[in-house]
């Protein structure tokens, strides 16, 4: 078994729609949870990055982590054409760089 | 300030050659990793360098190894290639650590 689990998608939306993106873990040690963009051909973008539980927002991004639940969701409001890229659920533990990824989601955002 | 990073952006090599990527960090940062990123695998951690000191290292063979220089920046060396080492290598760096880590574009190495 894994330990991030994330649906690869592939997700398409209309623009304008809320996305939901989630991931689960099994690693009670993860302390640290990361969202990622990655384009195609590119390297990954850093989205937002937080601490244990709680939401974090940034413009049109909110994080959510319930660590409970071993439960990580990214949502994007009012979201465009350019949001079109895989994204990607990061963690790691207390100690060192080491981060664990999932597999990615892929999202079209349709015009 | 300029961002991480990578050369080459592509390489072409042979079984059993080896190959040296070069990863330049942000300025100020001293943790540096590297990942390697196929369509199976995902992104899989390879190993993580904080003052020249190899801090931490993935499931990778002894084929795949790196080092740090007094300046931050890394290299990461593989040896006598095989096919299924074709893949995206991507390096990391962060100002220590447990910051945030940006990512340089990568090295998509193909192994034929």
């Known amino acids: 078994q894994k330990e991030v689990e994330q649906d690869p998608g592939p997700l398409s939306v209309p623009e304008g729609a809320i996305v939901s993106l989630n991931c689960t873990y099994s690693?009670?040690?993860?302390?640290?949870f990361m969202w990622y963009r990655q384009y195609s051909r590119k390297g990954p973008e850093l989205l937002m990055y937080t601490y244990s539980s709680g939401n974090k927002e940034d413009g049109r991004f909110t994080a959510q982590v319930d660590k409970s639940s071993k439960y990580i969701s990214l949502f994007i409001r009012d979201s465009q054409p350019s949001d079109s890229a895989t994204y990607l659920c990061?963690?790691?533990?207390?100690?060192?760089?080491?981060?664990?990824f999932g597999e990615g989601t892929q999202l079209t955002v349709n015009p | 300030k300029a961002g991480v990073t990578q050369t080459p952006r592509y390489l072409i090599k042979t079984r059993g050659q080896q190959v040296t990527l070069s990863c330049s960090p942000i300025s100020g940062h001293r943790s540096v990793s590297w990942y390697q990123q196929t369509p199976g695998q995902g992104l899989q951690f390879l190993f993580e360098y904080f003052s020249e000191t190899q801090r931490n290292k993935g499931n990778f063979p002894g084929r795949f190894s790196g080092r740090q220089f007094s300046n931050s920046r890394s290299e990461m060396n593989v040896s006598t290639l095989e096919l299924g080492d074709s893949a995206l290598y991507l390096c990391?760096?962060?100002?220590?650590?447990?910051?945030?880590?940006?990512f340089g574009p990568g090295t998509r190495l193909t192994v034929l």
């Open positions: 990391a760096s962060s100002l220590a650590p447990l910051n945030e880590q940006f």
């Open positions: 690693n009670s040690a993860f302390q640290y």
């Open positions: 990061a963690m790691k533990e207390t100690s060192g760089s080491r981060l664990t």
